[in-house]
């Protein structure tokens, strides 16, 4: 439908004595299904009486149940935000926001915030930092555990409804685009996505039936995310479709992901997917990850082309169509991919074998997959819990140390399969557990490499022991550990060597270094 003109009561509402607040200036700010007035300490967003489809916002009685359906959704990560919703009383001459009289609109009063606050502000200028990557990555993991779940019989998250979603995506993309060659990306990228479908409908249909069909917030984009005290707030959650909203979990982590990797902050979404996968497991999610990607990434392009039909603006019109050809390069990147990668570690405790791992899982990107990590969750335990006395000799014993390898061998098959390059944290001190990665890689026609961490003595000692006297690392080996490690460990064959590399950790190269050098190699 056209976009709506502006109702003259919105020039009321630019008056200060419009509300019943302190307000030196009103200032509107607008998208393609809002109004935004923002009055003092507040925030009224006004939806337009649009209908697009995936929304309808047509009539008044719509709209108010969408504000109200945007405040239920949003107090639950930001109740202090989301305040109330508003009746727009009066005229279309002598508007007031609230107070009594028969409403003529609704609006959603929020609690107003620095702008600079948001993640695309801090992305773009440079202010994102990993602690609050990692603090965003347990608030989704914790959500994402709390909020309700889909049955196996109810209508939300089926696969044809995910794919209507993909394919509307391209029915409204396409006339906006005029540009031939866009339109060819575009053509690549729909084929990609109807085989890709065909391929994965029945472990989407799997996902469902496994209870990963939750509701979600819908539209984790990095502008829907802010930084307030220090903490990552959501907001914006989508109120207007069900549908978009009880979605897949890794959906919706796909979204940020993906946001993070168009707006040049790769290591940064590398590091929150494998930080949310670390603290929820749900590795199997991932044979979809890519297809999830894409689609957001023309959700997203999809809304900066129906944002630049209306405006004016050549400077603007000009900034929505490099966000939408961003979106679209980046599609067309995830559909071209690298051939995936393995990457073993090899090393006592203390060696750094951790840090690299994370730090070139960031780079490569991959997926680290951490015996520390992994073994715990075998055994019922978070990661940083600790084990003592006869837990902790059955945890770190050989029937779980088999266990954990062979998970380890199992979550890295997966990956592989789904294309993900992937990086093993671990000991690997048996040359049995060493060998069975390297059958795996040959399995999946894939390049093989042993990470040889290396540090002196004291440094592994004095790391050890700093690292267990804090407690905060999901490894529990202690000095006793180090010292029996070193005494059991198999060392590297001359056949192992030919697909090693040693890194020496102990401090005179930065870790940034050699993530990056072997990345590149």
């Avoid at 200036?25 to 007035?37: F, G, P, R």
């Avoid at 008044?60 to 930001?78: D, I, S, T």
């Avoid at 990607?293 to 400077?315: C, E, M, N």
Wanted: glycine share 8%; proline share 6%; net charge neutral.
């Amino acid at each position: 439908m056209p976009e709506p003109s502006r109702p003259p009561w919105i020039e009321g509402l630019l008056q200060p004595a419009a509300y019943g607040h302190p307000a030196d200036a009103v200032q509107l700010a607008e998208t393609h299904i809002s109004w935004i007035l923002l009055a003092g300490e507040f925030a009224y967003k006004i939806k337009k009486p649009v209908d697009f489809g995936f929304l309808d916002f047509s009539t008044l009685e719509r709209r108010q149940a969408a504000c109200q359906a945007e405040l239920r959704l949003n107090r639950r990560h930001a109740p202090d935000l989301y305040l109330a919703v508003v009746p727009i009383v009066g005229d279309a001459r002598q508007p007031h926001m609230g107070g009594p009289g028969v409403p003529i609109e609704y609006a959603v009063q929020m609690r107003r915030f620095d702008a600079d606050a948001l993640f695309e502000t801090l992305a773009q200028s440079g202010k994102l930092r990993p602690e609050h990557i990692d603090a965003l990555a347990a608030h989704l993991a914790a959500f994402h555990g709390s909020v309700g779940r889909a049955t196996a019989d109810d209508g939300h998250g089926l696969p044809a409804q995910h794919r209507l979603a993909a394919e509307f995506n391209f029915t409204q993309l396409r006339p906006l685009l005029d540009h031939p060659t866009a339109s060819a990306d575009l053509d690549a990228l729909h084929t990609w996505t109807s085989t890709t479908y065909a391929r994965l409908e029945p472990r989407l249909a799997q996902r469902k039936r496994d209870g990963f069909i939750r509701e979600c917030h819908g539209d984790l984009h990095l502008g829907n995310i802010a930084l307030i005290d220090g903490r990552p707030i959501l907001f914006d959650a989508i109120e207007f479709n069900e549908e978009l909203r009880w979605i897949d979990i890794l959906d919706e982590l796909a979204f940020v992901v993906m946001d993070l990797e168009a707006r040049g902050c790769p290591a940064l979404a590398y590091r929150l997917l494998n930080q949310y996968l670390e603290i929820t497991g749900d590795y199997a999610g991932m044979a979809l990850f890519d297809y999830y990607r894409l689609y957001r990434a023309l959700v997203r392009a999809k809304i900066a082309a129906l944002s630049w039909q209306p405006t004016g603006d050549p400077a603007q019109r000009a900034a929505l169509h490099a966000r939408c050809r961003r979106y679209l390069d980046y599609g067309l990147r995830l559909i071209r991919p690298q051939p995936p990668r393995l990457y073993i570690t090899h090393g006592l405790s203390g060696s750094g074998k951790s840090q690299l791992a994370a730090r070139l899982a960031e780079t490569l990107p991959a997926i680290r997959l951490r015996s520390d990590v992994e073994r715990k969750r075998l055994a019922g335990l978070s990661a940083t819990a600790r084990s003592d006395g006869a837990l902790g000799a059955e945890l770190y014993g050989p029937a779980m140390t088999a266990r954990t390898y062979g998970r380890l061998a199992q979550l890295g098959g997966t990956l592989l399969e789904a294309g993900h390059s992937v990086v093993m944290d671990a000991t690997f001190l048996q040359r049995e557990h060493r060998e069975a990665q390297r059958q795996l890689a040959e399995r999946h026609g894939t390049r093989f490499l042993i990470l040889d961490c290396q540090a002196p003595p004291e440094t592994l000692r004095g790391r050890v022991r700093a690292r267990h006297q804090a407690g905060t690392d999901a490894s529990e080996a202690d000095l006793a550990v180090l010292d029996r490690q070193a005494a059991q460990r198999e060392p590297l064959g001359g056949d192992e060597r030919e697909n090693a590399l040693a890194v020496d950790m102990g401090g005179k190269v930065s870790v940034e270094t050699w993530a990056s050098a072997i990345a590149a190699g």
